[in-house]
């Protein structure tokens, strides 16, 4: 089966824009995650969604950016006006239970450079 | 909270010497631990996992991981490397109690094999 999608694969902002990242999950996974990777750097959190509710949004690095997933399939990661610093790549995993262990499931990522 | 030190940001290895990728974790609760594997142009994968039971996990490609708890460490071996290893290796942590979804990256070594 298809495996998690994310749309567009590149971003190009200038600084200031607004921006929609997109991610469509493995169908019938119950989580969702949104992780930022800098250049040189590992994953790191930013929110996660169970269903439709987002269960922890801790790694937000601002209130510029924000996250949806309404019908608890689909999520939309936003960034409301760029800044350079937010110039990384943005993957999105889902896992198919809550439990623990479930193993997170990467898409290709979307690279966003903010110019 | 937790937190994961990978050592090596770049390890050069020969074609099918042994290779250690080294991993020490740090959480004040019980934990989970992953590798993931990047391959040059692709999303992240799962290579391998600890949940629990026996300390010692292996891959499907030759690679194994040791859960050593007094050293806090998931150290990632292989006997003998091929060129295809040649990736991105990232370690993961996440924390064993409740709520706590969110995988805890790395900054990742690069494996790169000599032909």
């Known amino acids: 089966g298809a495996g998690v999608s994310q749309s567009p694969r590149y971003k190009v902002a200038k600084r200031g824009q607004d921006v929609a990242l997109r991610c469509d999950p493995i169908?019938?996974?119950?989580?969702l995650f949104w992780y930022q990777q800098a250049l040189g750097q590992g994953p790191e959190f930013l929110t996660y969604f169970q269903n439709e509710a987002q269960l922890d949004k801790s790694g937000l690095p601002s209130d510029r950016f924000f996250a949806e997933r309404p019908e608890g399939s689909v999520s939309t990661l936003k960034i409301q006006r760029t800044q350079q610093e937010d110039s990384a790549v943005y993957l999105c995993?889902?896992?198919?239970?809550?439990?623990?262990?479930?193993?997170?499931?990467f898409g290709p990522g979307t690279r966003l450079t903010v110019t | 909270a937790q937190s994961v030190t990978q050592l090596d940001s770049q390890v050069p290895v020969f074609e099918e010497a042994p290779v250690e990728l080294r991993c020490n974790y740090s959480s004040s609760v019980s934990v989970y631990l992953f590798w993931y594997v990047q391959y040059p142009n692709q999303g992240l994968q799962l290579l391998l996992k600890y949940l629990s039971g026996s300390t010692l996990v292996e891959s499907i490609n030759g690679f194994e991981a040791e859960f050593n708890k007094s050293q806090t460490s998931f150290h990632l071996r292989k006997p003998s490397v091929h060129i295809s290893d040649t990736a991105e290796y990232f370690c993961?942590?996440?924390?064993?109690?409740?709520?706590?979804?969110?995988?805890?990256f790395g900054t990742g070594t690069r494996l790169t094999i000599i032909p």
């Open positions: 993961a942590v996440k924390g064993a109690n409740f709520g706590n979804e969110k995988l805890t």
């Open positions: 995993a889902s896992s198919s239970t809550g439990t623990s262990g479930a193993e997170q499931y």
């Open positions: 169908s019938g996974h119950v989580s």
